[in-house]
């Protein structure tokens, strides 16, 4: 049974979350959506593969138990007894497998164990220029996964999806990823250098996050989160290399260069910088489109500029 709605003093209504389960809650995005959660008053599970996560286990809110979310047995136990739960699980590089197992598969069992459990409502985080015909496996899986999501709102399921662009933050994989590599190269060769993004600060979409939990207005939308100004990917490299001390040139690379380049990097030890299906993601932009309703509509009035959070870079873009 659902525990009944309450109204704000400016009739708004407002959904009383007490007890929510997080999945990739002790990742970047995770971190933060645990921490507004934490400062919101609200009790959290953190479902993590090992332990100790001590990016979010020293919260006095947060309970962590060590689970394979993607065990059916597992995710029965864990969805069971709470208010509603939040999907962060994610991966930017592999195989059309792993995309299928991460993005489509995972989503579709979490929400019928949800149904099955009685915990009616999900936050799903999916993917600023998700699509069924994307040039990507990344942006496909990702489409795929909310429309796995959605055949369970027949069956009760109440959905709201956020669809983030590319996320920053100070302690993020994004600019430090750019920003390391200009520490000791001469230049930098660039992929996609002409790729327009509007990325968006992990803080306004952890704040996102948790207004959508609580609103009931948010059930049933799909919300695009954008930040502020959209750059090219070589701007966003430049600007990378200026917060890290260290103004490199970037070139870009020609169509056939490129595509070598991602080959070369996959082959390299630990999660490559530019794969090839970063590459085919890369040929649509990821801005949003402005036809579905954004961050002002989630609580976040004024979203963060990126000059404003790596403050290095305010003499640089305006």
């Given at each position: ?48 593969r ?37 999907n962060?699980v ?33 936050l ?56 390391r ?19 968006v ?14 609103h ?21 490299v ?40 970063n590459?085919?993601?890369m ?5 949003a ?30």
């Amino acid at each position: 049974m659902q525990p009944p709605a309450i109204r704000s003093s400016n009739q708004v209504t407002v959904l009383p979350m007490k007890n929510v389960l997080v999945l990739g809650g002790t990742g970047f995005v995770g971190r933060h959506v645990c921490e507004a959660l934490n400062r919101a008053g609200i009790y959290m599970t953190v479902a993590t593969r090992r332990l100790p996560a001590r990016a979010v286990q020293m919260l006095p809110f947060v309970t962590v138990v060590q689970a394979d979310v993607h065990n059916p047995q597992a995710q029965a136990a864990l969805v069971r007894g709470h208010d509603a739960v939040v999907n962060l699980v994610a991966i930017l590089h592999g195989d059309q497998a792993s995309f299928d197992k991460v993005h489509v598969q995972l989503p579709r069992q979490i929400a019928h164990a949800c149904v099955q459990a009685g915990v009616r409502r999900m936050l799903h985080v999916s993917a600023l220029g998700a699509d069924q015909q994307g040039p990507s496996l990344y942006q496909r899986s990702k489409a795929q996964g909310e429309a796995a999501l959605h055949s369970e709102v027949v069956h009760g399921l109440q959905l709201t999806v956020l669809r983030p662009g590319v996320i920053f933050g100070e302690d993020d994989a994004f600019i430090n990823l750019f920003a390391r590599p200009q520490s000791i190269a001469p230049f930098v060769p660039l992929t996609g250098a002409h790729t327009r993004f509007q990325p968006v600060w992990v803080q306004d979409v952890a704040q996102a996050v948790v207004y959508a939990l609580q609103h009931r207005d948010t059930i049933g939308h799909v919300y695009e989160l954008a930040g502020p100004q959209i750059f090219t990917l070589k701007e966003l490299v430049q600007h990378a290399g200026r917060w890290a001390g260290y103004a490199r040139p970037v070139f870009a690379l020609p169509e056939a260069m490129a595509y070598l380049q991602a080959l070369v990097m996959e082959m390299l030890p630990g999660p490559p910088l530019m794969s090839r299906d970063n590459l085919a993601s890369m040929q649509v932009d990821n801005i949003a489109a402005g036809e579905l309703p954004g961050l002002p509509r989630l609580g976040v009035a004024a979203a963060a500029r990126l000059d404003s959070v790596f403050p290095l870079l305010a003499s640089s873009h305006r």
